[in-house]
């Protein structure tokens, strides 16, 4: 599997544009690969998300610089933005002997490793998806498979701008907080620490070997 680390932050619509080049690669018999970056401040909506789940008003966006994007995962609204590590795995499922819900489960497990590295104790929920402290959310995961490939993928809070997540209702969450790494330990990790954590963590969970890649796809 190849491993593509964008460092620094890659806009979010060059991101889906990537990502769906590297679906159609897959399919033809192309490589499984996972993207690990940062994106400036962006609000996502999932392809049957309410609207209503952004609270900001058109013109508080825009001042704040955020944009809105409606994609093809399932979900609610999220938030990505800097400290903020967004994971794409473009992989085949069925190649990796995997159905959905345990793809799902295998991408809460990342996190839930990410989170102990550092002491912190994450869980899951029953009937929602995602990487919980006693805290609050620390990781999102919304998926698109289509003939079998897997992207779209999980967010995971390093040290972001929480008070953007006001913005959203997170994931559809009235009353679930968000956290942080930082948030919670009072510090956080460099973005280069988290990442490598993540991909220790993503060739452990799903037993795969990454192939790191300097350059875009």
Do not use: W
Request: with cysteine.
């Amino acid at each position: 599997m190849k491993l593509v680390i964008l460092g620094g932050r890659a806009p979010y619509e060059e991101t889906r544009r990537q990502q769906l080049k590297l679906v159609e690669q897959r399919k033809a018999g192309g490589p499984d690969t996972l993207l690990l970056l940062e994106h400036e401040p962006v609000i996502t909506l999932g392809r049957s998300a309410d609207d209503r789940g952004v609270l900001a008003s058109a013109q508080e966006l825009e001042r704040l610089g955020v944009r809105v994007h409606r994609v093809e995962r399932g979900g609610e609204a999220t938030y990505h933005g800097p400290g903020q590590i967004v994971g794409y795995p473009v992989v085949h499922l069925p190649g990796l002997g995997l159905g959905v819900r345990k793809y799902v489960s295998l991408l809460e497990e990342v996190m839930i490793r990410v989170a102990a590295r550092y002491g912190v104790t994450a869980f899951r929920k029953p009937k929602l998806t995602g990487a919980f402290t006693a805290q609050g959310k620390l990781g999102a995961i919304g998926v698109r498979v289509t003939r079998g490939v897997a992207f779209h993928g999980f967010a995971f809070n390093v040290c972001p701008d929480l008070s953007h997540y006001r913005l959203i209702v997170p994931c559809g969450l009235v009353d679930t907080p968000v956290a942080s790494l930082a948030s919670i330990l009072g510090r956080a990790p460099s973005m280069a620490e988290a990442r490598e954590a993540i991909a220790d963590a993503f060739v452990a969970v799903f037993d795969v070997d990454l192939v790191a890649s300097p350059q875009r796809e």
